[in-house]
């Protein structure tokens, strides 16, 4: 069947119309007419007829095969429009009108975060990520989206999948770029006996490695596994949440001191370990709010650690069910927010009940924030000043930030 690309889905799969309905086309363009068998409403492998302008050579030798990415045949200003357009649409989706300042994308090789996937085979070991639209593994050697410290662990990946991967099972290897080396956090490994740990915490030295968890189990903390958040540093708990890129976290940083500006008190939401508490602490007293009460932890010694900052008070509180409420949002002449996929409905709620004067909101998910930029809207907030921050480059996700002002 021969098929117009009309546009393209969430997923960045190629939507076009056919005699029956939909058909969605993998790894195409808008405007590029392809051909290709159709089954369940999909062309898996299409031939293009008509080749995009945007269209380039895929920079990784693993794209065919490799569920990473799905992007790397467009041209980096298409990827960066066509993000800026995913945001606006669901904006539009909502009825409101919008403009997107710039797109800050995180350039190859940068990724400081990312889960590879480790499985026994019967030759050996596979360590990379999952292929397209499957569960198998793709070994990745010549990955462009990883530092190269994480790519360089590979071979410690192999190791502790040798020792520690059950028959059938597949452990997620958890990796983040520190101060100090790489950290490894792995879930779904055999349960911990004392040889397994033996054998694991010597891995941890030959592969230098600053921290190795296994489950719950920290095997080894050989040095503080610390990350830099403006003039304080802080250890997050093996795991933890932190910002894919150091560049991608640059751009959110200088977004939200920026459009915060002179407020003189402040409330992070959803604040994590400090990511914007910690830099915004310089010139505002601080109050982070977090459900995870080990990363507040980790905050707060960064904060007691570091010189010249003002004053941050944390609070633990799982901000779905029991958001800040109005007169506790009215002691703040600022809140930075920063929720996860789902959004910050309850919170957005009551922060359109408040008399808040200034909302920086932070969305990996531009549907959500839609819904949420609609409610501030409808309570007398203007939307001021949008960003996209790209920091899964050739990925289909699509991160934002943006500044809301009461009228
Ligand atoms: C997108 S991360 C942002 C973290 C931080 N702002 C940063 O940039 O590093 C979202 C954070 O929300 C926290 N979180 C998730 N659900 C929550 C809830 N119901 N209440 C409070 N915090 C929650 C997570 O633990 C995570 O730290």
């Known amino acids: 069947m021969t098929l117009t690309i009309d546009r393209l889905s969430l997923h960045a799969d190629g939507v076009a119309h056919g005699p029956e309905g939909t058909v969605h086309v ?13 089954e369940a409403g999909r062309i898996a492998a299409p031939r293009i007829l008509t080749p995009s302008a945007d269209r380039v050579k895929p920079p990784c030798p693993h794209y065919r095969a490799c569920g990473g990415c799905v992007l790397q045949h467009g041209s980096d200003g298409f990827v960066a429009g066509w993000k800026a357009s995913v945001v606006l649409n669901a904006l539009a989706q909502r009825g409101i009108e919008a403009t997107v300042a710039r797109v800050e994308t995180s350039p190859e090789f940068s990724r400081r975060r990312a889960t590879l996937a480790g499985r026994r085979t019967k030759k050996g070991t596979l360590v990379g990520f999952h292929a397209r639209a499957s569960d198998t593994l793709v070994e990745v050697p010549g990955c462009r989206i990883l530092r190269p410290e994480l790519l360089a662990m590979v071979p410690a990946l192999q190791e502790a999948t040798a020792l520690g991967a059950s028959r059938k099972g597949e452990i997620a290897f958890a990796l983040t770029l520190s101060e100090a080396g790489v950290e490894i956090a792995a879930k779904g490994g055999k349960d911990m006996d004392p040889a397994l740990f033996e054998a694991l915490a010597g891995l941890a030295r030959r592969h230098d490695l600053a921290r190795l968890s296994w489950g ?12 830099v958040f403006g003039r304080a540093r802080v250890t997050p708990p093996p795991g933890a949440f932190l910002q894919a890129t150091a560049e991608g976290e640059a751009a959110l940083v200088g977004f939200v001191r920026q459009a915060v500006g002179k407020a003189a008190r402040v409330a992070d939401l959803f604040a994590g370990c400090g990511t914007f508490a910690l830099p915004l602490a310089e010139t505002a007293e601080v109050h982070a709010v977090e459900g995870e009460a080990a990363m507040l932890a980790a905050l707060d010694r960064g904060w007691r650690e570091a010189q010249g900052l003002k004053r941050v008070t944390h609070e633990a509180r799982d901000l779905f069910r029991r958001p800040l409420l109005p007169d506790e949002i009215g002691r703040f002449d600022a809140v930075v927010i920063d929720p996860p996929r789902a959004g910050a409905e309850a919170q957005i709620g009551e922060i359109a009940a408040s008399r808040l004067g200034r909302l920086v909101h932070v969305s990996c998910n531009p549907v959500t924030f839609a819904r949420d930029a609609r409610r501030l809207l409808d309570a007398g907030f203007s939307l001021e000043e949008l960003i996209v921050v790209d920091q899964f480059r050739w990925s289909a996700h699509v991160e934002l930030a943006a500044r809301f002002e009461r009228r």
């Open 26 to 38: 993998a790894m195409v363009l808008p405007g590029e007419e392809v051909e290709g068998e159709v």
């Open 216 to 227: 719950e189990e920290t095997v080894a903390a050989r040095r503080p596994a610390q990350q």
